[in-house]
């Protein structure tokens, strides 16, 4: 297990490093684009967001996903979505934020994201 920050590697590095990973675990947004460079057979785990309005195919109080019909386009990665189903799920970043696609932050419970990985884990199973 290894938290990344990509800004401090060199390309050449994350290419390699993302040739190796077997489960990604990724915000929404700009950093997910990394997903498709991961190799056949890795699982990627992609956080949503919660829609507090009705765009983008999405319904208000939906748990959505910013690039859901994009990584469709990659079926050599398994992508599983971390749902955010209230605002018990996020939290935003500073005072008077009302959009909770682009101005919060996903509260992450590890038990929920557990089942994620033990679903990819066992999933990668022979």
Known sequence: ???????????????????????LI????????????LPHGAHAIVMDYYATQEQ????RGQSASMEGAFLNHFPHVRKHYYQVYGSQDYEFDFPGAKDTRNDASVI??????????DTALEDMQP
């Open 108 to 117: 992450v419970n590890t038990t929920r994201l557990q089942l994620l990985i």
């Open 26 to 37: 990724t915000p929404c947004g700009g950093i997910s684009m990394i997903i498709p460079m």
């Open 56 to 59: 983008y195919g999405f319904k």
């Open 1 to 23: 297990t290894e938290v990344v920050e990509w800004q401090n590697i060199p390309f050449n590095k994350q290419i390699e490093k993302l040739l190796n990973t077997t489960i």
